[in-house]
């Protein structure tokens, strides 16, 4: 952070609808209160982001929230209520706490309190992950000050875009892989493959993995965070594979224990393999189940020679094996040419961001 900044007095965080526009987050929220700031969290009443946000041990506020689609549903008609709600809560929650500037990560639950802020005159520096912004920062941009990005490659129509990166938290950066084996309970020789199902769009992954698992075993043991509720009871106890339906506290320690990765193409999971150099096979989610962005995201990462991808429509046993393979035997060309990424202090840049466009307290 820059010497120079002023000490933000206090700052609302928002962002929200998935774990992914949350715990980017957690590193900002964590460097404003290590610079003295005091800091709010607006999320949904759905737990979910309460939850993410509970370790900090900061105020939450939950506001009514409405999912933006962009195909026709009936939830639409509801959501559309719900919206506005939110709206009129945000201002009035916004007007009682009085930040000098608000930080948004982005998804639906973070476009009311985007609004509220305008309508406070409040200044918003938005953050967007993947390679071309989101919806909901679509739609929120005319009330952004600022909008910080991922990569230099992303497109937006913004007035202000700023090459951020994306902040990855320290318990990643610093996870420790004998402490990750030994959790894990995995022999210390023996290659490890991380798969990372996610969770959305985990089962057609999940399917192909189990069913791929005797060819896997020969060389790795096999680590499969396969989502909530997405545990299979029948391999529990099968030697050389570990299903978690997903890591919290050690999963820094799982990553670093890890020599080759699967994985959605998420922004943010795939910023995560770049700066940590694991060699990774992006399966992104097909336009049927997303609006495209992992499969931009994937594209690009493969453009730069940083990723190996697998599309969804080739996803089977044996393409699944056979890229494993092939990731193995170029794993060490992967780890150099991920080493020309430029990892940014994420965290400080975009808190010097927030300090620009604060307005005088």
């Known amino acids: 952070m820059a010497t120079d900044a002023p000490v933000l007095t206090c700052v609302v965080v928002t962002g929200g609808g998935t774990a992914g526009h949350v715990l980017p987050a957690l590193p900002v929220?964590?460097?404003?209160?290590?610079?003295?700031?005091?800091?709010?969290?607006?999320?949904?009443?759905?737990?979910?982001?309460?939850?993410?946000?509970?370790?900090?041990?900061?105020p939450y506020h939950g506001i009514q929230t409405g999912k933006l689609r962009r195909y026709f549903s009936f939830?639409?008609?509801?959501?559309?209520?719900?919206?506005?709600?939110?709206?009129?809560?945000?201002?009035?929650?916004?007007?009682?706490?009085?930040?000098?500037?608000?930080?948004?990560k982005g998804g639906y639950v973070s476009f009311p309190v985007v609004v509220g802020a305008w309508l406070c005159r409040i200044p918003v520096v938005a953050h967007e992950s993947d390679l071309t912004p989101g919806l909901a920062n679509r739609l929120a941009q005319?009330?952004?000050?600022?909008?910080?990005?991922?990569?230099?490659?992303?497109?937006?129509?913004?007035?202000?875009?700023?090459v951020t990166g994306t902040p990855v938290r320290g318990d990643l950066v610093h996870g420790d892989g004998v402490r990750g084996r030994q959790m894990l309970g995995l022999d210390a020789g023996r290659g490890v493959l991380l798969v990372v199902g996610g969770s959305?769009?985990?089962a057609r992954l999940n399917d192909v993995v189990r069913a791929a698992l005797d060819q896997l075993m020969h060389n790795y043991h096999v680590v499969h965070v396969c989502g909530v509720g997405k545990?299979?009871?029948?391999?529990?106890?099968?030697?050389?594979?570990?299903?978690?339906e997903y890591v919290t506290d050690e999963w820094g320690d799982v990553i670093a224990a890890s020599d080759l990765v699967i994985s959605r193409a998420g922004a943010n999971a795939?910023?995560?393999?770049?700066?940590?150099g694991k060699p990774h096979l992006l399966v992104p989610l097909p336009r049927s189940a997303s609006r495209g962005d992992q499969i931009e995201?994937?594209?690009?990462?493969?453009?730069?020679?940083?990723?190996?991808?697998?599309?969804?429509?080739e996803l089977n046993r044996e393409t699944l094996v056979s890229g494993v393979a092939k990731l193995a035997a170029?794993?060490?060309?992967?780890?150099?040419?991920?080493?020309?990424?430029?990892?940014?202090?994420?965290?400080?840049?975009?808190?010097?961001?927030?300090?620009a466009a604060a307005r005088p307290d």
Request: with cysteine; net charge neutral.
């Open 270 to 276: 795939l910023y995560e393999w770049l700066a940590l």
């Open 142 to 162: 005319r009330f952004t000050t600022t909008l910080c990005v991922n990569f230099e490659s992303t497109r937006a129509d913004h007035r202000r875009v700023v």
């Open 297 to 313: 995201n994937a594209a690009y990462a493969e453009s730069r020679g940083w990723s190996m991808v697998l599309a969804e429509d």
């Open 330 to 355: 170029l794993s060490r060309e992967y780890r150099q040419r991920m080493r020309e990424f430029r990892v940014r202090d994420s965290a400080s840049l975009i808190v010097d961001e927030l300090s």
């Open 75 to 104: 939830e639409n008609v509801v959501d559309a209520l719900r919206i506005p709600i939110g709206i009129v809560q945000a201002w009035r929650l916004l007007a009682r706490i009085r930040p000098v500037v608000v930080f948004s």
């Open 231 to 244: 545990a299979d009871i029948a391999l529990e106890s099968l030697p050389g594979y570990t299903q978690r």
């Open 29 to 58: 929220a964590q460097a404003l209160l290590r610079a003295g700031s005091s800091v709010h969290f607006v999320g949904s009443t759905s737990g979910l982001e309460e939850r993410l946000v509970a370790p900090l041990d900061i």
């Open 200 to 202: 959305l769009g985990a």
